[in-house]
């Protein structure tokens, strides 16, 4: 299931208030008023779910072929908020914690992420991932390619598809 969460103007704690964040052809049914709810078609197939959490929206996508046409038809809405745009960066591992770190603003350019890894070839345990923006959860984020960082630049051979646990996000706010 594809989840993004990411701020939005407005008070968005009413059902009438989120119809204007949804795309054309979909509506939403309260399971906690101002909390939760569900997303339907106009069909009455349900596609996914919102939930408001400290100030920010969270949409899942649920895995039914209405929900990937609900991913698709949100991400021809909010261009910059589309589950399944593929972003590059970097991860490190922290053995201290057995987790996991994003490292600074994933880019959605490869050629950005890749002039930055002259600032990690150095370091241990970090790894040149991309990723669907769908697939980062709060504790977890799953690549499609992941890749070590070698000396001088160079990229080892891909591991990825993987899910990796995440610690502490120093940047978290960046994939919000």
């Given at each position: 299931?594809?989840?993004?969460?990411?701020?939005?103007?407005?008070?968005?704690?009413?059902?009438?208030?989120?119809?204007?964040?949804?795309?054309?052809?979909?509506?939403?049914?309260?399971?906690?008023?101002?909390?939760?709810?569900?997303?339907?078609?106009?069909?009455?197939?349900?596609?996914?779910?919102?939930?408001?959490?400290?100030?920010?929206?969270?949409?899942?996508?649920?895995?039914?072929?209405?929900?990937?046409?609900?991913?698709?038809?949100?991400?021809?809405?909010?261009?910059?908020?589309?589950?399944?745009?593929?972003?590059?960066?970097?991860?490190y591992y922290v053995l201290e914690t057995?987790?996991?770190?994003?490292?600074?603003?994933?880019?959605?350019?490869?050629?950005?992420?890749m002039e930055m890894i002259g600032n990690?070839?150095?370091?241990?345990?970090?790894?040149?991932?991309?990723?669907?923006?769908?697939?980062?959860?709060?504790?977890?984020?799953?690549?499609?390619?992941?890749?070590?960082?070698?000396?001088?630049?160079?990229?080892?051979?891909?591991?990825?598809?993987?899910?990796?646990?995440?610690?502490?996000?120093?940047?978290?706010?960046?994939?919000?």
């Amino acid at each position: 299931m594809l989840q993004i969460r990411f701020a939005f103007a407005g008070n968005y704690g009413n059902e009438d208030s989120l119809k204007v964040i949804l795309p054309t052809g979909y509506e939403v049914k309260a399971v906690e008023a101002g909390k939760k709810y569900d997303v339907f078609t106009d069909s009455g197939n349900m596609v996914g779910s919102i939930e408001i959490v400290e100030g920010a929206v969270a949409i899942s996508f649920y895995d039914n072929p209405e929900g990937q046409d609900f991913v698709s038809a949100w991400g021809l809405k909010h261009q910059t908020h589309n589950p399944k745009t593929i972003l590059y960066g970097y991860v490190y591992y922290v053995l201290e914690t057995d987790r996991w770190q994003l490292d600074h603003v994933p880019t959605v350019l490869l050629e950005t992420a890749m002039e930055m890894i002259g600032n990690y070839d150095q370091a241990d345990n970090t790894y040149f991932v991309s990723f669907l923006r769908g697939e980062w959860k709060s504790d977890s984020l799953t690549v499609l390619s992941m890749q070590k960082v070698k000396r001088e630049g160079k990229l080892a051979r891909n591991t990825g598809p993987t899910t990796l646990l995440l610690g502490n996000i120093e940047n978290s706010w960046s994939m919000q």
